[in-house]
């Protein structure tokens, strides 16, 4: 596939991807479905246009969203994570040591884990959910939750991988051609 093919799908999942985390400045559901739904798109896009162009959508789609979106919570969790993990996720498969990708997916977990829960507490604060609870125990239950989340997604997107690889992704080639 040429280049200017390539930049041209890339700026279409930035497109669809912005345009799922904007969504949700008008509606007060969805936030956390939309960063992931926005995630799965540029995982789609980056099975037809490669990894490099999937993340510079990626880029584009979180930076635009970001500063268009009011709702900051959704283009930040996809900025930080749910944007750019389906792309490396490809990334670490490829590594043939099983521990070495454990290890580099709790890395992962860990440092995007800790800079979420440090940015939406610096933005929104403590949600009033959790206003009664000690206040040294709200980034620990943030953090938790972050993690269980981070299982639940990994989880998601490979059984999504096997059904998209299996059904989707030819119909998509052959129409692209």
Request: aromatic residues 14%.
């Amino acid at each position: 596939m040429k280049n200017t093919k390539r930049i041209a799908y890339g700026g279409i999942a930035a497109a669809l991807s912005a345009v799922m985390l904007i969504i949700t400045s008008y509606t007060s559901y969805g936030c956390y479905a939309a960063a992931i739904t926005a995630g799965i798109i540029n995982l789609c896009f980056s099975y037809v246009i490669g990894k490099r162009y999937a993340l510079m959508a990626f880029a584009a789609a979180g930076i635009a969203a970001f500063i268009m979106s009011t709702d900051k919570s959704g283009a930040l969790l996809y900025l930080l994570f749910t944007g750019y993990y389906p792309v490396v996720k490809e990334w670490i498969r490829d590594i043939n040591s099983r521990i070495l990708r454990t290890l580099i997916k709790v890395f992962i977990v860990l440092l995007s884990g800790a800079f979420c829960t440090i940015m939406l507490m610096a933005l929104f604060g403590v949600p009033s959910i959790l206003s009664g609870i000690n206040s040294e125990t709200v980034p620990v239950l943030i953090f938790a939750a972050y993690v269980c989340a981070f299982a639940a997604y990994d989880y998601a997107l490979i059984l999504f991988e096997k059904r998209y690889k299996a059904e989707i992704i030819n119909l998509i080639k052959k129409l692209l051609k």
